[in-house]
Structures are given as C-alpha cells and as structure tokens.
C-alpha cells in the first residue's frame, strides 16, 4: 500500500488544457516535494511545499499545500508538448521521503 | 558540473552473480540514498546513508548491502541477484536529510 496516492495515474490531455494532478495520504508530513522525471533520466525536482495551505507558482505551475499537511495538488495552465513526464510527490516525515507512484502526463501538439 | 553518476547505466546479469552498481556525487553532500523503480510501485528506498560509516535500512532492504566508506560514494552491492530484483535503480545524494534530492540518470537492471 502506497504511504501517498497519486491520482490519476495517466492523464493525456491537447496542448493548451489545463491539468490537475492530485497527491493524497492519510499521514501528516512536515514538508512535501513535486519532481517531474522524464524518460531516461532520474528525477528532478519542481518545488517544496512546507506550510498547511501553501502555495508556490513556478510559470504556468501551481503547487497548493492542503491545510492539514496531508494532501497536495499540481495544477498546470495551458500544458505544453514539453510538459510531458512523469510527476512525482514526495512527503517528508521524521526520517524518511516517501514518494508515490506518479501521474504520467502525455501532452499532444 | 554538481552531479550525481552511476555506473553502468544497462546491466543484464544471470541468477546468482555478484554485482556492484556504483554511485558518486561530487557536491560534497552528506545524505545518499537507493532507490528502486517499478510500474506502479513509484520510488521504493532500499538503503540510506546520513554520513560516512552511517547506512540504514530504507523499505526494501532485502538482497542488497551498501558501504560508505567515503563521502563521495555509495555503491549497491547484490550478493546473489534474482529475478525479482529486476528493476530501475536511482542513486541520490542531498545535502541534508529531507531536502531536495539530486538523482543519478539511473541503472536499468535485468536478471535473467
């Protein structure tokens, strides 16, 4: 059983959509981390998110940090081919980055 | 260039021999850890390192040792691979425990 569930696991969408990405758990983390991985490579990371109900924009980006520090969501405005990837959050408790299985994204031209 | 290697990239190996994959990161920093990819299963953590001399067990522990000898590297040791361990393996280093982590382009393993 996943620590963080990631929904939905695939998400292909046209150019210019929009897009939501949503991480879930039943724990409480101190801080929780986005990364894209695109093939080939390791992944990367995007942002951090620290405080209950945060929210960071990086461009067309927008990370939102739920009040209970549970739960986050990647909101991406007018998706790009180059969008494309697999997005992965991660949360930080105690000892430990526990990540979830990720949302493939595929963005069409 | 701040990175994170690993060596090699593709490894296809039979039951039971002995292998290293290497990992070195040149940031000087004092957490590395390894992790495991798989459909589905996202990022398992398999060991981590706080500093030099200092390994823990991530989740997925079993067939595999490490060592950390030295700051710089970290490599993962499979005694006797098996099947199952098949898999896409990252290494990544941070600065601290809990902030950002800096992957390796990873090691696509198959044992046959």
């Known amino acids: 059983t996943q620590l963080l569930e990631q929904s939905p696991q695939f998400l292909s969408i046209q150019e210019g959509e929009n897009l939501t990405v949503y991480c879930n758990s039943s724990s409480v983390f101190s801080s929780l981390q986005w990364y894209r991985q695109e093939p080939g490579e390791g992944p990367v990371l995007l942002v951090t998110?620290?405080?209950?109900?945060e929210v960071k924009k990086l461009k067309r980006l927008t990370f939102q940090f739920g009040d209970a520090r549970k739960d986050s969501s990647l909101h991406i405005t007018a998706a790009q081919t180059g969008d494309t990837g697999l997005y992965l959050c991660a949360g930080a408790d105690d000892y430990k980055l526990s990540f979830g299985a990720g949302t493939t994204v595929t963005v069409r031209a | 260039e701040a990175q994170v290697t690993q060596n090699p990239r593709y490894l296809i190996t039979v039951t039971g021999k002995k292998l290293t994959v290497t990992c070195s990161q040149n940031?000087?920093?004092?957490?590395m850890s390894w992790y495991r990819q798989d459909p589905g299963l996202g990022l398992r953590q398999i060991y981590y390192s706080m500093n030099v001399e200092v390994t823990d067990k991530g989740d997925v522990p079993e067939g595999y040792k490490v060592s950390r000898k030295e700051k710089r590297n970290f490599p993962l040791i499979l005694e006797s691979p098996s099947p199952n361990q098949t898999s896409l393996y990252f290494c990544a280093s941070s600065f601290r425990l809990l902030r950002e982590q800096f992957f390796g382009p990873g090691t696509r393993l198959t044992v046959l």
């Open positions: 998110v620290v405080t209950g109900g």
């Open positions: 940031m000087n920093h004092e957490y």
